[in-house]
């Protein structure tokens, strides 16, 4: 008899708990307890069973003396696998539970095991223990010892996969006699057998897991509503590299281009959420049919810079897609600004604010089933201007023709934007970093994403807005022009006369203001950014760093 390393598996009931008990119990390295804390749980809870007397009579139910002579008691193996059930641990039991020994988590999705739940017991919230599962999770991860979670339909699809990654994440090796097992009870099973265990006694490993779940009875919905988050939660905890999926393996979380905005807080709704949360329903209507507007903000040294005129044209495209029960204006003002301070974004940031026409009450077209009022998103990220403003950057001109107002206009800021994306698309095909999108008569309108200017003898000009949005920024730039003394000239251009400037940049309010050095291949003058250029982004970075309106602060308590 000697010292024994200890490995906690912590699962909810109806979750393969037994099974993956059974599969440790084939390694020639361990010895396996089947809840040794059961006893423990039904003193303290009072709980009813159908095994109750039989548990106290024949298990030791002092939760901390089992703790120290049957967990981390001496032991003839090396290891010792303690098979948990997260509602066992009481608050009567030592800290040494959490701190010794290594811990994994078992999970199974509740739409699986809620239809078969009430064969021992009523099914309730902290029955089904995904709760706290979560909050041993989370105890775990402050302690320094986030422990592996693993999911039991995975652990169907895959036994041996999910089984090599557990015992990788254990730092144990695997041995393949996991994978298979005898039918029938087990010497160590818990006197508790007779009523859990038919099915896996039945069982020699694990079973494919059903192709289409069970009908789920209609009161046990609100049940799955309420323990969904925790099992989604837990869920995400998960390695991706053994982490199957009916569509397909998913792929590892790529980083993003701002490492710092993977914790931000976005406004979804009437709430500020964590990003991984910030989500719409599928019956709102910008799924189901791109039935929104949206405007693009910058933040500058604490103010939001052309916060009006942003809210008017919102407000502008709300009217024309006859939006209904839109938020006021000092709604949707107070939604931002609170979602900034909570981020405390005053500087450097970009908000996409996005008004979808709401959720639908059943899925179709017709906005008679927008019920529930409009949903508004605030997106604010850490961003800083997306294109290089020093070096310039290359434009191609797209196949793609910008849409008409004879079939939807530019004016109204929609969110149906496949007619830039799809240009887009040529763009990356190009590798370059935009694409010119032309009108129906071969003049250019804009690009995908930007309001486009040229400079041609010291004269600025700028294509007319039948065709492109009407930007913002492209206001903002105008009105600049004529107050650098310029001469500017609103008109139809054609791409001849782009390929031939002296100077060309772009307009926007994510990209500010973009030299573009060449265009189709073409060096755009001298191939460096232009003294036009340059005079018009000084006066833009003068007018934001004072102008906009100021983001209010609370003081703190």
């Not at 120290?68 to 039991?93: M, S």
């Amino acid at each position: 008899m000697g010292e024994v390393e200890v490995i906690h598996s912590w699962s909810t009931p109806r979750s393969l708990s037994t099974s993956l008990m059974y599969s440790f119990a084939q390694r020639d390295d361990i010895e396996v307890l089947d809840e040794p804390l059961y006893a423990n749980f039904l003193r303290v809870t009072g709980v009813e069973r159908p095994y109750l007397n039989e548990v106290l009579s024949k298990m030791e139910s002092d939760g901390n003396q089992v703790l120290n002579e049957v967990i981390f008691g001496p032991g003839e193996k090396k290891y010792r696998y303690c098979k948990h059930i997260a509602k066992q641990r009481t608050p009567d039991l030592t800290a040494d539970l959490m701190k010794r020994g290594k811990h994994f988590i078992l999970i199974r999705n509740p739409l699986h095991t809620l239809p078969s739940f009430d064969k021992v017991v009523p099914p309730s919230f902290s029955e089904i223990g995904l709760a706290g599962l979560a909050s041993i999770y989370c105890e775990l991860s402050e302690l320094g010892k986030i422990p592996p979670v693993i999911d039991a339909e995975d652990l169907q699809k895959d036994p041996e996969a999910v089984l090599h990654g557990l015992c990788e994440d254990l730092n144990i090796p695997f041995q393949a006699s996991m994978l298979r097992w005898e039918a029938g009870p087990k010497e160590y099973d818990g006197v508790w057998a007779p009523w859990w265990y038919s099915g896996v006694h039945k069982s020699t490993g694990f079973s494919k897991p059903r192709e289409y779940p069970a009908t789920l009875p209609v009161q046990l919905y609100d049940l799955l509503e309420q323990s969904m988050p925790f099992y989604r939660m837990l869920r995400s905890k998960m390695r991706k590299t053994v982490h199957p999926s009916p569509l397909g393996p998913l792929l590892p979380d790529p980083p993003l281009p701002v490492p710092e905005n993977e914790k931000i807080l976005v406004w979804s709704g009437d709430e500020l959420v964590p990003r991984n949360d910030a989500k719409v329903s599928v019956f709102d209507s910008v799924v189901q049919g791109g039935d929104a507007a949206w405007e693009g903000l910058r933040i500058y040294n604490g103010r939001v810079f052309k916060l009006e005129e942003h809210l008017d044209r919102l407000f502008d495209s709300a009217k024309a897609l006859a939006f209904a029960n839109v938020p006021s204006r000092e709604a949707i003002k107070e939604a931002i600004f609170k979602t900034l301070n909570a981020n405390g974004m005053f500087s450097n940031s970009h908000i996409r604010l996005t008004l979808t026409r709401g959720k639908k009450v059943t899925s179709g077209m017709s906005p008679e089933f927008n019920l529930y009022g409009c949903t508004l998103i605030v997106l604010a990220e850490w961003k800083p201007p997306v294109y290089d403003n020093t070096g310039g950057i290359k434009l191609i001109t797209a196949t793609t023709r910008r849409n008409s107002p004879n079939s939807i206009d530019s004016k109204i800021h929609h969110n149906n934007l496949i007619n830039n994306i799809l240009a887009k698309i040529e763009g990356n095909v190009a590798q370059v970093e935009d694409a010119i999108m032309l009108d129906k008569d071969g003049f250019v309108s804009e690009t995908n994403a930007t309001n486009i200017f040229m400079v041609k003898k010291g004269q600025v000009f700028t294509p007319h807005a039948d065709y492109c949005l009407p930007g913002i920024t492209r206001a903002t730039v105008m009105d600049l022009v004529v107050k650098e003394k310029f001469v500017l000239h609103e008109r139809r251009i054609s791409l001849s006369e782009f390929h031939a400037a002296d100077e060309v940049w772009t307009t926007g309010t994510m990209g500010e203001i973009t030299p573009v050095l060449m265009i189709d291949g073409r060096i755009i003058g001298d191939g460096k950014v232009g003294p036009v250029t340059k005079q018009i982004q000084h006066a833009y970075k003068a007018i934001t760093e004072d102008s906009g309106v100021l983001i209010p602060r609370s003081e703190m308590a």
